[in-house]
C-alpha cells in the first residue's frame, strides 16, 4: 500500500516551459487536491476533484490545469511557468466511508520541489 | 475573510511540556485538524476536534472552543523528534480546508 505518491520529487523549469505533475493513490478516495506550500504561507489550495472526470478551482487556480481521467490519477499542468510558480507542490486525497475524521483526513504525497528560473 | 493564526515559532525544552495555540475566523465550520510537518516531508495527521473539549492522544492532546473560535495542541514529554511544524487547519462551510501557516517547534536538550 503506497497510499499517495508524486512524481517527480524534484524539477528545474526556465520561464515559458511547460510540465505535468503526476499524482498517484492507491486508497481508492474519491477526493483528491493540489496545494502549494510557500515559506511563512499556510497551503493554499490550487485545484481539486470530488471524484473521477470532475474538477474545480481552490484557492490560487491561476497558471495551473488539472485533470482527473482515472480515480486514482490526478494531474497538474503548468503551461507556462513562471518564476512566482517556485514553490513545493503537494498531492493529497481524502474520502472514505464512516464518519468523524476518518471521512475527511487528508493523506499527502511527499511533494515536488519546483524551481522557476 | 477567512483567517488562521498561530504562533510563528516556539522553543520548549525536551521532557517539558508546550501549548500551541491556534486562532480562526472561517465562514462556516465542519471540524479543525492539526497535522505535524517534518522538514522537508508532507504534512500528517495528528488530531481531529468538532466538538468542544479536550481530545487526549497519548502524549498529544487537542483542545476546542468554538465559541471563542480557538483550538490548542498541547504536547508532553517532549521529545527530539518532535521538532517539527505543527499546522492548524480548519474545514469551512464547503468542506475545503482552510490552513494556518504552521508553528515551527524547535525543542532543545
Known amino acids: 500500500n503506497a497510499g499517495v505518491t508524486q512524481t517527480p520529487k524534484f524539477r528545474v523549469l526556465k520561464t515559458g516551459q511547460s510540465m505535468t505533475l503526476l499524482c498517484a493513490q492507491d486508497?481508492?478516495?474519491?477526493?483528491m487536491y493540489w496545494y502549494r506550500q510557500d515559506p511563512g504561507m499556510g497551503l493554499r489550495l490550487i485545484h481539486y476533484s470530488v471524484g473521477e472526470g470532475t474538477t474545480a478551482k481552490g484557492e490560487v487556480p491561476d497558471g495551473y490545469n488539472v485533470s482527473r481521467l482515472k480515480k486514482q490519477n490526478f494531474l497538474l499542468g503548468l503551461e507556462s511557468a513562471a518564476p512566482s510558480q517556485t514553490s513545493v507542490y503537494f498531492c493529497?486525497?481524502?474520502?472514505?466511508?464512516?464518519?468523524?475524521?476518518?471521512?475527511?483526513?487528508?493523506?499527502f504525497g511527499p511533494g515536488t520541489r519546483l524551481t522557476v528560473t | 475573510g477567512q483567517n488562521i493564526d498561530q504562533p510563528t515559532e516556539m522553543t520548549a525544552t525536551e521532557g517539558a511540556i508546550v501549548q500551541i495555540n491556534c486562532t480562526y475566523q472561517?465562514?462556516?465550520?465542519?471540524?479543525l485538524f492539526w497535522y505535524q510537518q517534518h522538514a522537508g516531508e508532507a504534512p500528517t495527521f495528528l488530531s481531529y476536534?468538532?466538538l468542544d473539549g479536550l481530545e487526549e492522544k497519548g502524549r498529544f492532546s487537542s483542545f476546542l472552543s468554538r465559541s471563542k473560535g480557538y483550538s490548542y495542541l498541547l504536547l508532553k514529554e517532549l521529545q527530539m523528534k518532535d521538532s517539527a511544524s505543527y499546522l492548524c487547519?480548519?474545514?469551512?462551510?464547503?468542506?475545503?480546508?482552510?490552513w494556518g501557516a504552521g508553528t515551527k517547534l524547535i525543542i532543545k536538550p
Open positions: 486508497m481508492n478516495h474519491e477526493y
Open positions: 476536534n468538532v
Open positions: 487547519a480548519v474545514m469551512d462551510s464547503n468542506y475545503q480546508l482552510i
Open positions: 493529497a486525497s481524502s474520502g472514505t466511508s464512516g464518519s468523524g475524521p476518518a471521512a475527511y483526513e487528508q493523506y
Open positions: 472561517t465562514s462556516g465550520f465542519n471540524g
